[in-house]
């Protein structure tokens, strides 16, 4: 197996020309005739009891159409999943976090309708705020110990005994993090009758139809999501959040379409962030840094009513080759608004601890970081013992630590001016989520067409299904179209999980193959499509293609119930610069080798691995979004108070690439799956680093220069 | 924001003639006052725009002083030669504030009239907190919650805030007076006294007062003397660009040894050429340094000023005098690392300002 | 003397090289007046305050953002958005050819703003280096992060008009 860069960079993305020229189209452009504008008004205490709301100073307002009460929106049903807030808003005067909505102002002009926000009068009892850290702790899902082998606490306690055996117990904690999704999440409703279409901010609009019809007891039949652009995702617009339901109930009260575009102070407590997480790691090596026993403990917060677990734990169950485990999993109910998965959930903060507890078992080995990974690896899935599909982390080991130089990195200079200058590195892991898949491949005289009904969040799966399906046809990809975001196309597995090309790239390489079989029952086959369409005598052959899962399941994590375990892996090796003076951090060069199976397009696939090189920078030293330790809310609701990564934080040397593989177990297309990995191991690199310039360990990010200087 | 009236100012007289009326807002580039009327923190019946007065633009020399105009952009001053050259920690600090496009609306007249990125204090109205800034007499819910950003002087327990102005950290520096026009005509304030710390606004009977600019004055502009001294400006925060200080150092140096005919060369520019080796045998001549978002005023530390003269340009010696100058911050128990990192971007400014790498 | 308030204005401008008058509330931003009364969606609303870049315009040439910017103020002034930047046959601005061949951009919400913000960063003469580029270019947030890209773009096209 060997580590390429493709001499062919893949088609570049179609919708280019959309997004250069400003004429794609995201959920807030649209503006159906009449639409009014939507604001909503927010609790504002973060517990208590709704007693009263005077509207009065805005309905008089100039410009204000209404304000929408509790006494004005239709009673909800409770929502099935994969709604994330399970009883709406509005249904009854409790509230559970700052910022609840408790009116919705709809204006004709966007200015009408925040100016009448802040007439809104809210009269609240007040309560005391239940705060992260000192809320109720609960078992996340049934035991607390959501796995176990071996004996861990024998092998905690003989490695104490053994000859320069080594005991690591820690604690890592991360603050809660927003996703920052330039585009906040919003819906423009419009009800034609009873059918109604929703321009959403999504990345799954498929999902939006059940809950939205069950919301309002219509046929899902007559409700259509157009969702062509989505100005970023990253989780955020996985799940269905109230507004969207909320657009369209005052859509159908109002009797005129809205647009309820959150604004950004908005966004903070109506969509969900990653969560708080404290996470325990007590880990036993021998002296050669090979693991004994491992036990890690995870809390994430999660909201007093709606529940969202981190199962981070994951990590330590399928990364390393461990005899003992165990595995704890609890969740924290505080009052904020529901978390819900952000790029890179599960692993993603698994690894902060994991990974971090790693670099110190190398350092209290006084052993290579990359020695102590590679004396771990795991030939078989340490989960089950099954096989991997194909797993080409060693030869990613081995072809980072090349290309940085990682064997030779204290011989470089130690010293750039006021930079004092580290290195640190970690392993990359994500687990395999797949979702069925559903796609069509019309072959016409003069080119295809792909339809399925995938999200454009800046992923490039759209170009790259129209490569698959050009692939699979023998035509070039350049007469190949491909249409999305709209359910009215085959609904297919949603945009998230890293999940999309897997599952509907196979569905549309299925879809393509059904084309060519077609074709060789005409008795056209062997020849190029379009003459055999031709001497058909067709202008169109419409193929199908699904992508099923083990026993028809909606839902398949890491290949389970086939022979093989199915995941990806990298490695991350980062060089920071650290200013003694000041606890600044700078990040100077990375390196990162990724195992993910055939990649279809190396320069979307890359993008995708440097934005997640980048999202791990910006969670490691500087995002979070604080909980006000007094009133219980989040302390900023804007950008302007909370930091997300520019420009000039990040170097062009970014070096990123893949071991060459294909993956026959993964999908019909030897792919798996890139959008996430990247942003796994980052924040534990990072801290790695830190301590090896200046000598501190920060273990709870993100790493502030003040927590830098406190030593 | 609330609706309001607009009028376009003719003349700077007349833009001040409307300020008499509480419910009159004057607007330049508009970058901090339309943020303050989205929040709450300000509203207006009557917006007068005085970005057209030509009168107030213009950056020029005059005399032994440079001028600038209440209109000149951050940028436009950033990276004037005049400034550059004369005023080079000005220059810097307008250039480190902000993003390009702010800086390109953003004017130095109202840049300093911005108020504190306190978190509670720019909080979304209905005010969620007490905010004693937004609603007098409430308390400060900043002392009790999260205040690592806030100051480590001046700082009273109604009010923790800083002043987050990167230019007139500068200003303070370099010896600037604000030119002002008020009903009674034209008086100046020098930019060391501009703004209030919570503590000086007590003690002048009005706790929440920001600045010494009266209600119906405006800044026209503003001079300072032009000078050789080396100079720089040093901005610490978390990220690489675009955000609030975390503290910040203003600083102009001259070195011993320097003419005061044709001494432009001993000017940073000078002393590079010398080498850094060489810049390290330097000593002061004289010096000025501010810090920034440590107060609610740019704080000049005269105390190592007077000390300064004769101190070799090294870390080794500077250190001690400013920590020295410093000796009475009051740090908060969150923000005590303010303490060092201010001194030590105290440090780094006079080190950069004297051509010391 | 004393000053006209009105509550209506009438503001002419020239956008996009046409002239053209309206009649705004003083309240309106250069860019809510651009999407929901000119029904030009190309600027974007990332969090209206100007934190993000998102919205970034030309105004007169010079970069701005547009919710920071009353369309009173606009009086007499040049306004340039992304729409306005291919040439009249559609032929992309060198610019937008740039992000094309770099691969500068991934979800596509903040490339309006990158773009236009490209154009004046190399007009003002800030692309002359990775390390001018990155910083001048700070203004506009990519979540997506696809900034070395972005860089890479704005150095690619100042080089293609002869800078450096």
């Given at each position: 197996m060997t580590v390429t860069r493709s001499a062919d960079p893949g088609r570049p993305r179609v919708e280019g020309p959309l997004k250069l020229t400003g004429a794609a189209r995201y959920a807030a452009d649209h503006r159906p005739d009449s639409v009014l504008h939507a604001v909503l008004v927010g609790a504002p205490v973060a517990a208590g009891r709704l007693r009263g709301l005077d509207a009065a100073a805005a309905r008089i307002l100039?410009?204000?159409?209404a304000v929408l009460t509790a006494a004005d929106l239709p009673s909800f049903p409770e929502l099935p999943p994969p709604a994330a807030v399970r009883v709406m808003p509005f249904s009854d005067d409790r509230i559970l976090f700052e910022g609840q909505p408790v009116a919705i102002v709809l204006g004709e002009s966007i200015e009408a309708a925040e100016a009448g926000r802040a007439a809104v009068v809210v009269d609240c009892e007040r309560e005391a705020p239940v705060l992260l850290g000192h809320g109720r702790r609960e078992p996340a899902m049934g035991d607390e110990v959501v796995f176990a082998r071996g004996d861990v606490d024998a092998a905690l306690a003989d490695a104490v005994l053994a000859d320069g055996g080594i005991r690591i117990e820690q604690t890592y904690l991360q603050a809660p993090r927003h996703h920052h999704a330039m585009e906040t999440s919003g819906t423009v409703a419009r009800w034609d009758g009873d059918r109604l279409t929703l321009w959403d901010a999504v990345q799954a609009s498929s999902t939006v139809i059940p809950v939205v019809s069950a919301a309002f007891g219509v046929d899902a039949a007559d409700v259509h999501v157009v969702a062509r652009?989505?100005?970023?995702?990253?989780?955020?617009?996985?799940y269905i959040w109230p507004h969207e339901i909320l657009a369209a109930a005052a859509a159908r009260v109002i009797g005129r379409p809205v647009k309820l575009h959150l604004r950004r102070s908005d966004q903070f407590s109506n969509v969900g962030y990653q969560p708080w997480m404290e996470q325990t790691i007590r880990l036993a090596a021998g002296a050669d840094g090979v693991l004994t026993g491992l036990e890690h403990e995870v809390v994430n917060n999660t909201a007093l009513a709606d529940t969202h677990v981190e199962p981070a734990t994951e990590a330590s169950k399928s990364l390393y080759a461990v005899p003992a485990l165990r595995l704890r999993q609890l969740i924290e109910r505080v009052s904020l608004n529901v978390p819900t998965p952000m790029r890179a959930p599960v692993e993603g903060p698994g690894l902060w601890a994991l990974e971090s507890a790693m670099n110190e078992l190398a350092d209290a080995a006084g052993l290579d970081p990359l020695d102590v990974r590679l004396a771990n690896f795991a030939e078989v899935s340490p989960a089950d013992g099954r096989p991997w599909s194909v797993n080409g982390l060693r030869e990613a080991y081995e072809e980072g630590a090349r290309r940085y130089g990682w064997r030779t990195r204290h011989q470089r200079p130690r010293r750039d001016g006021p930079w004092v200058i580290g290195h640190g590195m970690a392993t990359c892991t994500m687990g395999s989520f797949r979702f069925p898949g559903a796609g069509r491949v019309r072959l016409r005289r003069d080119g295809a067409v792909v339809e399925a009904n995938v999200h454009d969040i800046g992923t490039g799966v759209q170009t790259v299904l129209s490569q698959i399906a050009a692939e699979e046809l023998g035509i070039?990809?350049?007469?190949v179209e491909t249409r999305w975001g709209d359910t009215d196309l085959p609904r297919t597995g949603p945009t998230y999980g890293s999940s999309t090309t897997m599952g509907t790239g196979s569905a549309v390489a299925a879809a393509a193959r059904d084309v060519t079989k077609q074709l060789a029952e005409l008795g056209q086959g062997g020849r190029d499509p379009f003459e055999a369409l031709d001497r058909a005598g067709l202008d169109e052959l419409v193929g199908e293609g699904t992508f099923a899962l083990p026993g028809g399941a909606q839902f398949n994590q890491d290949g389970a119930g086939t022979p093989y375990a199915i995941r990806t892996w990298g490695v991350i090796f980062v060089e920071v610069g650290v200013d003694p003076d000041f606890g600044l951090l700078r990040l100077r060069r990375a390196v990162g080798v990724y195992s993910a199976g055939r990649i279809v397009n190396p320069v979307t696939a890359r993008a995708q691995m440097t934005g997640g090189i980048i999202w791990g920078w910006g969670k490691a030293t500087m995002e979070e979004s604080d909980q006000d330790p007094v009133h219980g809310r989040w302390l900023a609701k804007n950008l302007s108070n909370v930091a997300v990564p520019v420009n000039a934080d990040i170097p062009a040397d970014l070096d990123v690439s893949f071991t060459d593989e294909y993956d026959e177990a993964a999908s019909l297309i030897g792919a798996r799956g890139v959008g996430e990995l990247g942003a796994t191991g980052v924040d534990a690199a990072v801290a790695a680093a830190v301590h090896d310039a200046v000598g501190v360990r920060v273990r709870d990010l993100p790493i502030l220069p003040w927590k830098v200087l406190a030593g | 924001m609330r609706d309001f009236a607009y009028a376009r100012a003719g003349t700077a007289e007349s833009a001040v003639g409307t300020l008499g009326d509480a419910g009159t807002s004057v607007i330049a580039g508009g970058t901090e006052l339309l943020n303050w009327f989205r929040l709450g923190i300000a509203a207006a019946d009557r917006v007068v725009d005085i970005g057209g007065l030509d009168e107030l633009r213009g950056i020029d020399r005059d005399g032994d002083d440079l001028r600038i105009g209440a209109l000149a952009t951050l940028n436009e001053i950033g990276e004037h030669p005049l400034v550059t050259e004369m005023a080079g920690a000005l220059a810097s600090a307008c250039l480190q504030a902000a993003s390009a496009q702010v800086r390109n609306r953003a004017t130095i007249g109202g840049n300093v009239l911005q108020r504190t990125r306190c978190p509670y204090f720019r909080?979304?109205?209905?005010?969620?907190w007490p905010c004693n800034k937004r609603d007098p007499g409430s308390g400060c819910t900043s002392l009790a919650g999260r205040h690592e950003r806030q100051a480590i002087f001046g700082w009273t327990p109604d009010c923790v805030a800083v002043q987050p102005s990167d230019p007139a950290v500068a200003l303070a520096a370099l010896d600037a007076r604000a030119e002002v026009l008020g009903p009674a005509g034209p008086r100046t304030i020098p930019m060391r006294e501009f703004h209030l710390t919570q503590r000086e606004a007590a003690v002048l009977g009005e706790p929440m007062r920001e600045n010494r600019l009266g209600p119906d004055e405006l800044i026209t502009g503003y001079r300072l003397p032009a000078s050789t001294d080396g100079q720089a400006y040093i901005k610490v925060r978390e990220r690489a660009s675009y955000e609030y200080a975390l503290v910040s150092a203003a600083a102009a140096v001259r070195l011993a040894g320097a003419r005061a005919a044709g001494a432009r060369e001993q000017g940073a520019a000078g002393a590079r050429e010398q080498g850094a080796a060489g810049a390290r045998e330097q000593r002061i001549a004289a010096a000025r340094v501010a810090l920034g978002s440590v107060a609610q005023r740019p704080w000049r530390l005269a105390g190592a000023e007077a000390e300064l003269p004769g101190t070799p340009l090294t870390r080794e010696a500077l250190t001690p005098v400013i920590e020295r100058a410093m000796a009475d911050a009051v740090p908060l128990p969150q923000n005590g690392f303010k303490v060092t990192m201010a001194r030590n971007a105290a440090v780094r400014a006079l080190l950069a300002a004297g051509g010391a790498s | 003397m004393t000053l006209d308030f009105a509550r209506r204005v009438e503001v002419a401008l020239r956008l996009n090289g046409r002239d053209l008058t309206t009649v705004v509330s003083p309240r309106t931003t250069l860019l809510d007046w651009l999407r929901d009364d000119i029904g030009l969606t190309g600027a974007k609303k990332g969090c209206n305050e100007g934190a993000c870049g998102t919205c970034t315009v030309l105004v007169d040439g010079h970069r701005m953002n547009g919710c920071l910017t009353l369309v009173v103020q606009c009086a007499g002034r040049a306004v340039t958005t992304v729409e306005g930047l291919a040439g009249a046959d559609g032929e992309l601005h060198p610019v937008q050819r740039a992000f094309a061949s770099c691969d500068?951009?991934?979800?596509?919400?903040?490339t309006p703003g990158q773009l236009l913000s490209a154009v004046a960063c190399i007009a003002e003469g800030h692309a002359t280096d990775d390390a001018s580029v990155r910083e001048w270019m700070s203004g506009n947030i990519c979540r997506c992060s696809a900034y070395p890209q972005i860089t890479a773009a704005v150095l690619a096209a100042a080089h293609g008009q002869g800078q450096r």
């Open positions: 100039p410009g204000v159409t652009h989505t100005g970023g995702g990253f989780g955020a617009k996985g070039p990809p350049e007469r | 909080a979304e109205e209905p005010l969620p | 500068a951009f991934q979800c596509g919400y903040c």
